[in-house]
């Protein structure tokens, strides 16, 4: 396809070989060569500052889809849909100080930017909003995913509130109860396959098209548009001042991708002036992006992966094509954890009063070994991503039977029992 006269709002275009798609065309991936497909839109017609401007005067004003955190910047995530968008609405998450996790993490001036606080809990609430308000666009009667847990509770609520018929893939008996509660609550159809994460994923883009069902993974175009906005409302509560670093974990490396476009754009449309520097945490059992990036992404490496973060338990990361040029672009590093460091800063976040789910605590542990062995100054502004809510994932919180018998103690109802119970605790 090409664009003899003028250019449409926007396009798709394949990152392997250039082809481009039109913006409503149903393919997730190049039906020429199989590549990852970017949107792209024509640049907006109103000057940066204006822009700021007009995202300013949206927030927070009146009870419409304008409220959203994703749809206040609908000029740069989907400028030409003119229908009404399904949004819940989504985003408008704080951006949090804490002193004693700044100062365990070793870095003062440390924001924590918490999507724990969408709908259904995580980030992925962003880019379904958009990803299913392209589903209806182009008319589809069914939508799929495969997930860890958290995509397939956004997909179930947001194709809920669409009327769309919703199917899910989960690796088998390796996904939180919350998370499962969830999807099956607002009504998608749940098929626990036997096997891993990257087993749903192959099986379901395998299956997806014959099978008449919209994939929404972050495979999917759209789904990172709307988790651009992340990077857009986190500048625009920074009074659009230019963190030195963001921090944020990586699973499938979709967050990545989303962060790199929404910067590179913000950029060339005049929203900011320059390009913050990305630091992607992986768990250490589930590293593959970060052994790429230790030889210089040099080839493109697979794992079998297993961590307690479920949420980015995955060995063969989907968006990594896309990714590996974010880091490029950004400067950016990629560093694993081990499950220890991601609990400990786990229970940092938690003692503080905020909480997260285990995923979420990989960017705190990276942040913290990353300032220790230097390579963040210390004096550096950092925003770090808590990317879902602590009750998310519950099953570890507690460490098993005995850690809860530990945790919350029985007592007889009587005020003697009381009484010994609160003296016993507050002896230490
Ligand atoms: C999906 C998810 C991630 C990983 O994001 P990717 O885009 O797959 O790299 C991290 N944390 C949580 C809580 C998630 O739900």
Known sequence: MSFTTVRPASWQVCLTCGSELLETDPAVRCTGCGGLLEVRHRPPELPGAVLRTLFQTRCCTR????????????ELVLPGATDEPVSHPEGNTPLLYRESVARWA??????????????????????????????????????????????????????????????????????????????VGYGAR????????????????????????????????????????????????????????????????????????????????????????????????????????????????????????????????ASWDRAVRVIQATDGVVLAVSDEEILAAKGEVDRAGIGCEPASAASVAGLRRLAAEGRIDPHARVVAILTGHMLKDTDRLLGGPAGRKKAVREIEPTAAALARAIKRDRAG
Not at 63 to 74: A, K, L, N, Q
Request: hydrophobic share 45%.
């Open 63 to 74: 009870p419409d889809t304008t409220h959203s955190g994703v749809w206040r910047f609908r």
């Open 106 to 183: 070793g870095v003062p001036d440390l924001f924590l930017k918490h999507e724990g606080h969408n709908p259904t809990g995580s980030f992925k609430d962003r880019g379904m909003t958009v990803g299913i308000t392209q589903a209806r666009r182009i008319g589809a009667q069914a939508v799929a995913c495969a997930s860890t847990g958290n995509t397939s509770a956004s997909l179930a609520a947001y194709a809920a509130q669409a009327g769309l018929p919703a199917f899910v893939l989960v690796p088998a008996g390796k996904v939180s109860m919350g998370k499962l509660a969830q999807t």
């Open 190 to 317: 749940v098929l626990a396959v036997k096997g891993d994460f990257d087993a749903c994923l192959r099986l379901i883009e395998a299956s997806s098209a014959e099978l008449g069902l919209y994939l929404l993974n972050s495979v999917n175009p759209f789904r990172l548009e709307g988790q651009k906005t992340i990077i857009l409302e986190l500048l625009q509560q920074l009074g659009w001042e230019v963190p030195d670093w963001i921090v944020l974990p990586g699973g499938n490396l979709g967050n990545t991708s989303a962060f790199g476009k929404a910067l590179e754009e913000a950029k060339a449309w005049g929203l900011i002036d320059r390009l913050p520097r990305l630091a992607v945490i992986q768990a250490a059992g589930a590293a593959p992006f970060a052994a790429g990036f230790e030889q210089g992404f040099r080839e493109r490496v697979r794992v079998d992966a297993e961590t307690v973060a479920s949420a980015i338990r995955i060995g063969n990361p």
